[in-house]
Nanobody, 116 residues
Framework: QVQLVESGGGLVQPGGSLRLSCTAS????????MAWHRQGPGNERELVAQ???????NYADSLKGRFTISRDNAKKTLYLQMNNLMPEDTGVYYC??????????WGQGTQVTVSS
């Protein structure tokens, strides 16, 4: 069973930045596609960004240019750098791992609140 632990969320003012981290418990991380999703108040969970095992990123169209997804396979850690944050970015951010066998694993989520 793969465990994913997110960190880095918090309260930030509009225009600020945060970097989220997600560390996996198992080495299957190296062979897995990874993604960040988020769920805002009253909204459905949505894809923010994803990255292949080879490091190729893909972003939700509305977030291109502000968010950057990356991974460090040696540390089994996924990152999401978020810049120029807006109140509508508020929500719980979840890390997802898709194993080579197609199994999906989720972290517990980390809260991001953008407010003045």
């Amino acid at each position: 069973q793969v465990q994913l632990v997110e960190s880095g969320g918090g309260l930030v003012q509009p225009g600020g930045s945060l970097r989220l981290s997600c560390t996996a418990s198992e080495s299957v991380f190296v062979f897995s596609a990874m993604a960040w999703h988020r769920q805002g108040p009253g909204n459905e969970r949505e894809l923010v960004a994803q990255i292949t095992r080879g490091g190729n990123p893909n972003y939700a169209d509305s977030l291109k240019g502000r968010f950057t997804i990356s991974r460090d396979n040696a540390k089994k850690t996924l990152y999401l750098q978020m810049n120029n944050l807006m109140p509508e970015d508020t929500g719980v951010y979840y890390c997802q791992l898709q194993s080579p066998a197609g199994h999906l694993y989720w972290g517990q989520g980390t809260q991001v609140t953008v407010s003045s």
